[in-house]
Structures are given as C-alpha cells and as structure tokens.
C-alpha cells in the first residue's frame, strides 16, 4: 500500500524557516516524480514544486521562486520541502503528493499544517 | 500559466441525481486534465486522470470526458458519500494549475 507521511509543520513567527518533510513507503520512491500541494484554510489547492524522480528537475510555483526549495533523499524514500521568509500567508496545510499515470496526483499524504502567526 | 475555469462554483443536488462539472482550460491540453474529490477535513483523491480514466477503486457512476480545452466531469446517481468539493487540474504543462473547486451540497 502507497502511503505518504508529512511532518514538520508547526506554528512559527513570521520571518521563520520551516522544513517539511515527507516518507513514503509501498513503492519505488526514485521511480515516480513528486509534488508539494499547499492548502490555505477554506481556500482551494495551490500546487508549489516539483521534484522528479532522480531530483535532476525541478519546477517552482513562481508566487514562491525564491522562498522555497524542494529536495529528495531516494536512499531515505524521502522528500523535504524548506520554506523560509514565512509570512501569514503561508498558513495552510501542505500535501506531499506522489504523480501518477498522465502525470496526475494520484496519491496524497495526510498533510501538515503549517501555522504563522506572531 | 494555463488558466483553469471551472463551474459552476456550488452545486445543489439530491441523492441519485446526475450532475456535472465543467472545467475549460485557457491552453489546449489535449487530455491532460484530472479530477480530484475533497472532503472536509481530508486530502484530496483522485477520481479520473487523462480527462477519462477512472483511477483504480472509483466507482463507476463517475465519469469525465472532453479534450483539447474543455472537459467534464460527471456523476450519475449521486450517493451520500459523493457530497464533497471537486477539483479539476491540468498537468499538461508547468506550473500545474487547479480549477478554484466546486462544492456539491444536497438539496
């Protein structure tokens, strides 16, 4: 069974850093290209990185090129997400996310709620 | 950036209705359009990727279809447990982009 657990998301003071984290188990990590999906409270998805398989390409959500970096350890089935220069409009729960067939996200992690807040 | 349109925004229907989600993309996708159910509390789950394939465990009363900028997604006989929000998604191209999401009440 495909499974995705994130961790790491706490509240934090604006200005802070914060490093996601996310262990996957039940498939060839390595194998699939991987995501983080952000989502504020009562608001819709935002997708913001992309990681594929090898860690070679990357993509960024332009609203966080600069704040964010996105990284894999395949010999720890791994992914991480650091964000720094957190500001209030960052508060949301973050979905580690695995890509699928036609490049869908086909399976979601619980995620982890990131709180900033003074 | 492709733009995601999807309506209608809310949506009121009764057990065993068959309704439907539009999603117009602003880009030709050919078929790379997803949709995605959420429930309160809970991550969302894939229903249909590639504009018409059921993801494995979906029931069979969803369906989606449409290609090239606009897509559908459909649920005929709506079932308690179907009352949720949706979302539609590209991943044709990067950034992927979601639709702002459809929530389905009962009437």
């Known amino acids: 069974e495909v499974q995705l657990v994130e961790s790491g998301g706490r509240l934090v003071q604006p200005g802070g850093s914060l490093r996601l984290s996310c262990g996957a188990s039940g498939f060839i990590f390595s194998n699939f290209h991987m995501n983080w999906v952000r989502q504020a409270p009562g608001k819709g998805l935002e997708w913001l990185s992309y990681i594929s398989g090898n860690g070679v390409t990357i993509y960024y959500a332009d609203s966080m090129k600069g704040r964010i970096t996105i990284s894999r350890d395949n010999a720890k089935n791994s992914l991480y997400l650091q964000i720094d220069s957190l500001r209030a409009a960052d508060t949301a729960v973050y979905y580690c996310?695995?890509?699928?067939?036609?490049?869908?996200?086909?399976?979601w992690g619980q995620g982890t709620l990131v709180i900033v807040s003074s | 950036d492709i733009q995601m349109t999807q309506s209608p925004y809310s949506l009121s229907a009764s057990v065993g209705d068959r309704v439907t989600v539009t999603c117009r993309t602003s880009q030709n996708i050919v078929k790379y359009l997803n949709w995605y159910q959420q429930k309160p509390g809970k991550a969302p789950k894939l229903l249909i990727y590639?504009?018409?394939s059921l993801q494995s465990g979906v029931p069979s009363r969803f369906s989606g279809s449409g290609s090239g900028t606009d897509f559908t997604l459909t649920i005929s006989g709506l079932q308690p447990e179907d009352f949720a929000t949706y979302y539609c998604q590209q991943s044709y191209s990067m950034p992927r982009t979601f639709g702002q999401g459809t929530k389905l009440e009962l009437k």
């Open positions: 590639g504009a018409s």
């Open positions: 996310v695995r890509e699928g067939r036609d490049w869908s996200s086909d399976h």
